[in-house]
Every structure is written in structure tokens, then in C-alpha cells.
């Protein structure tokens, strides 16, 4: 709601300009559950380009297709004879929104300016999108203005030197000409990925071109660079197409695969980080990120294979198997085995099991799980789960629970609905409806209503209770069935109660044993048998 009233307070902001360059602006890129704020950025966008910008907008003949890559844009742009197209990505991570946008030149057949933005609430969302805007139409205005001598004043000249001598340079990418040192000129507050190599070795950085720029300085004696941890240097061979697939790094704090190309095979000595892992990666520390490419993208990883070290960290989309002391992932169909646990932040699908060689083992999933899940200690989900979920000592699901719960030493506790079975030695907890088959326990408690079999010490319904209570001692708010046991209670039983002590504080349709009480029965008090005329 809040981001609605945003967008209609642009309604009253308007600007004049002189309508000289046409644009076609495609709907962003975004997953299905992102549909609603994608339509609202698009509107954001829309309104604050016609309002602040000197572009003219085309109004599309056909609906048009959401859109992120070059072709895509290109194709839309020449049917709709625009002069330039803007294309985009929304995306979530976490609680934040990213925006990913791109000014296409059509003539030029070329991405003139990428731009990003994040939003840490759904209701920054208008302000990231106003921003994105005002960097890509301020930008381009100032390209528009050529090698004049106001051109000088958002551009500076730096060096980039390199000790020893001799390093072949990479800019954004891109293999420049000549060995450093080498001048260049770059645009003021732009980001710039610089990268040098010499004798096999790779340093690189990412900086933003400032006001009287300072030369660029690397140097390539190990023994005289800092720790080998420092963030900005990077101990690992140089990328090339053998590299690209087949990867070795003794210590990698940033992503040498630039191009997206998947790994077949990596090893990192101590760390690595790459984007893409189709095959197996092997080291002290694996990580699979999201850092930055060169076409600015900063979709999840993609892991496709086997992950074999100390930690293990998937930071996208994981199927294949993962094992290590600790697994991290986000959103996985795979096998996790961690010594000590495992952590992932979105669905799972598989199996995941925690050895529990540590008194802080856990395996702790914050979205929906299906599959098998082992904790020598706890397991945690902060979702749904459908499949088998084994704990030493407990396991706590906050979501719906579909299938079998079972602690081999304390308790299972559950917040959502259950539907199954929980085995556990002194307590089964379902804070809504149980609507399982069975809960075995010494005590057994659902809080709301309860459809299938509570055997323990003590049986607690909160409400109706249509299945059935087998134990020392049966409580139910409503009892619809059966209650067998030493001392049976409800507030009023439309079943029967079989038990030593039978009570009902409202009436009671059948009671059998020693003592039977149901206040509102016609005789509320009777020995052998009580039951509702």
C-alpha cells in the first residue's frame, strides 16, 4: 500500500524538456512471486524518464515481452523504431530488492550504460527506481555532449603501474593494448574492474574514478603484499580457456571465471570463490557467489555436481550433493552431509543430514523442505516440510508438517499443522491441528484439534478431538470419540469415555468405569455407567 502511495505522489512531479531521442521501455525481468513490485518499478520508471528525462516514450504497438539481455532489447527496438530501449531485472535476495537496468542503443547495436540500485524495503522501492533513472538519463545526456571542452571535466587521467614492469592489463574485461605502465582516461564516478597479470599471476580491483584520481598501484612479489587473506589481492593462476573449466586457486577472495563460463573442476587450496560449478569442487573453502560480470548480471550461481571441503557455500540455485564439516546453501534439490550441520535459506528438496560432531550441531532451513532430514542434535525449519525429519535431541518445525517426526530422545515441537506422525520419548508438541495419524509420547499435547491417535502418559486436545486417546491421562476440549484411560476428561464427550475415572463438565454421551461424572447428564454422578437420555 505504502508503494502505491509513492507512485501517485510522482503524479505531481513534472519537468521540461525538449522530446528529441525516442524510448522504448520493456517490462523488467522478475520472478512470479516479484510480479506486483516489478509492475510497480515499471510504472516508477515510466513516469520519472517522461518527467525527467529529454527522452520521448513510445507507446508500444504490440504488448511487449519482459526483458533483460541485448537481443531481446535490440529486436523489441527496431520494430518499434526507438532510438534507444531500456531493459531490466528485479530480484530479491534475503529481505532486499536489487534493480538491475540497461540503456540499448539501437543504432549502435550496444549497451550504452548499465545502472543498479537496492532497495532494503518493499516501500524504497520508488526511491531505488527514481535513482536508476536519474543515473541512466544523466549519463547518457552527458555522453550526448561529445569531445568538447566540457567533456574534460567528468573525465581523469591515471596510471596504472605495476611492480616489476611488464603486466598485460584487462579494463572491464577487456584486454587493453601495451604492458604497463600505461596512462588512461576514464569517465568520473563510473566503476571500473581492472585486472593485471605477470609470470602467471593475477592481481585485480574494483575502483571508482574520483577528482584528481591516484595512479594504480600492484605488486607481484608475494612475500611482499600483505597477508595472503588481504581483499583485494588474489593468489591464483591466471584464467585461461583451461582455467575457465578446469580451476586451481590457493587463495581466491574474488571470482576469476568473469565470463559466467561454468566450472567442470576446482580446487582451492584455502579458498576460492567462483560463479558456476557444473562438475566437482574440491578445497578448504568452496564457495559458489554472486560476485558482478562483465554485462553488470548478478543472478544466484548455479551449482550442478559435487562440493568436497572444510565449508561448502552454495549462494544460488544447488542440485548435486554437498559434504563438509558445514554446508551453506540457498535454494537446493541435492544431498547434504555436514559433520558438524547444515544452513539453507530457501527451499530444500533431498536429503539433508548432520552428523552432529559438535554440541552446537543443527541443520536449520529457513523455506519449505521435502526429503529426509538427520540431526545427531536438532533440526529447525522455519517452513513447510514434507518427508521424515530424525533428532537426537529435538526438532522444531514452524510450518506445515507432512509425514513422519520422530526424536529419539526429547521432543518434537511443530507450529503449524501436522499431518502424521510423531515418535518421541517425553513430548510431542503440535501447536495447531493435529490431523496425523499418531502421537506417542509420555506426553502428547495439540493445542487445537486433534483427528488420529494420541497414546501417552498424558493426552492433551485443546479443542475438538475426533480421533482417539489411549493413556494414563486423556484431556480434551471437546471429545467426539474415544477416550481409554485411568481418568478421562472433557469439557463435554458426544463419545465414550472407558476409563477409571471418567469426567465431563458438560454432558457425556457414554461413560464407563468406576466413578463417572458428567455435570449436565440428567444423574451427573454414577458408578459402572453414565450416559445422556
Not at 527506481?129 to 567533456?151: F, R, T, Y
Not at 560449478?277 to 558482478?292: H, K, M
Not at 503449524?416 to 502421537?439: T, W
Not at 469439557?491 to 465414550?496: A, T, V, Y
Request: glycine letters at 10%; one cysteine or more; hydrophobic letters at 35%.
Amino acid at each position: 500500500m505504502k508503494l502505491f502511495l509513492l507512485f501517485f505522489g510522482f503524479l505531481f512531479s513534472t519537468g521540461l524538456f525538449s522530446k528529441d531521442k525516442t524510448l522504448l521501455i520493456l517490462p523488467f525481468v522478475s520472478e512470479a512471486s516479484l510480479s506486483k513490485e516489478a509492475i510497480i518499478v515499471n510504472e516508477f520508471v515510466h513516469l520519472d524518464f517522461e518527467s525527467k528525462s529529454s527522452y520521448k516514450l513510445i507507446k508500444p504497438r504490440n504488448k511487449q515481452a519482459a526483458c533483460f539481455e541485448l537481443d531481446c532489447g535490440l529486436k523489441a527496438g527496431e520494430k518499434e523504431n526507438a532510438d534507444y530501449v531500456l531493459t531490466g531485472s528485479l530480484r530479491k535476495l534475503g529481505s532486499s530488492y536489487f534493480l538491475m537496468a540497461r540503456l540499448i542503443d539501437i543504432q549502435k547495436k550496444e549497451v550504452v550504460h548499465s545502472n543498479r540500485g537496492e532497495a532494503k524495503t518493499e516501500e524504497e522501492l520508488g526511491r531505488a527506481s527514481s535513482k536508476l533513472v536519474q543515473n541512466l538519463s544523466h549519463s547518457n545526456q552527458k555522453e550526448e555532449i561529445g569531445d568538447d571542452a566540457d567533456n574534460s571535466i567528468k573525465q581523469e587521467s591515471f596510471q596504472i603501474k605495476t611492480e616489476p614492469e611488464g603486466a598485460e592489463i584487462w579494463l572491464n574485461y577487456k584486454k587493453q593494448e601495451g604492458l604497463s605502465p600505461k596512462e588512461f582516461t576514464l569517465k568520473r564516478n563510473e566503476e571500473y574492474h581492472i585486472r593485471v597479470k605477470k609470470d602467471g599471476m593475477i592481481r585485480e580491483r574494483v575502483i571508482r574514478v574520483k577528482k584528481k584520481q591516484e595512479d594504480i598501484s600492484f605488486s607481484f612479489n608475494i612475500s611482499e603484499t600483505s597477508i595472503l587473506w588481504e581483499g583485494e589481492k588474489n593468489f591464483s593462476p591466471n584464467p585461461s580457456p583451461i582455467s575457465e573449466r578446469f580451476g586451481f586457486s590457493f587463495f581466491q577472495p574474488i571470482s576469476i571465471n568473469d565470463t559466467g563460463t561454468p566450472k567442470y573442476f576446482q580446487f582451492n587450496m584455502i579458498y576460492g570463490q567462483n560463479r558456476d560449478l557444473f562438475g566437482f569442487g574440491l578445497g578448504g573453502i568452496n564457495r559458489n557467489a554472486v560476485p558482478e560480470l562483465s554485462d553488470k548480471s548478478t543472478r544466484p550461481s548455479i551449482i550442478r555436481g559435487t562440493q568436497l571441503g572444510f565449508i561448502n557455500i552454495g549462494g544460488g540455485e544447488l542440485t548435486g550433493l554437498q559434504l563438509s564439516l558445514f554446508n551453506i546453501s540457498t535454494k537446493a534439490k541435492a544431498f547434504q552431509l555436514g559433520l558438524i550441520g547444515n544452513w539453507n535459506t530457501e527451499d530444500f528438496t533431498g536429503a539433508q543430514i548432520g552428523l552432529g560432531l559438535s554440541l552446537v550441531s543443527v541443520n536449520k532451513n529457513f523455506g519449505n523442505f521435502s526429503g529426509f532430514q538427520w540431526g545427531t542434535f536438532i533440526n529447525i525449519n522455519e517452513m513447510d516440510f514434507k518427508g521424515m525429519q530424525v533428532g537426537g535431541l529435538m526438532n522444531v518445525n514452524n510450518g506445515e508438517h507432512s509425514g513422519l517426526q520422530m526424536s529419539l530422545l526429547v521432543a518434537n515441537m511443530n507450529n503449524g499443522v501436522h499431518r502424521g506422525i510423531q515418535l518421541a520419548p517425553l513430548l510431542n508438541y503440535s501447536k495447531e491441528n493435529f490431523e496425523g495419524l499418531m502421537q506417542l509420547s509420555s506426553f502428547n499435547y495439540s493445542a487445537k484439534d486433534s483427528s488420529g491417535l494420541q497414546l501417552g502418559l498424558i493426552n492433551r486436545t485443546g479443542a475438538n478431538m475426533n480421533g482417539m486417546q489411549f493413556g494414563g491421562v486423556n484431556l480434551a476440549g471437546v471429545s467426539l470419540s474415544l477416550q481409554f484411560g485411568f481418568l478421562n476428561r472433557a469439557e463435554s464427550s458426544k463419545g465414550w469415555q472407558l476409563g477409571v475415572i471418567n469426567y465431563s463438565k458438560g454432558k457425556a454421551k457414554l461413560q464407563i468405569g468406576i466413578l463417572n461424572i458428567a455435570k449436565e447428564n440428567r444423574i451427573p454422578i454414577l458408578p459402572i455407567v453414565n450416559f445422556d437420555f
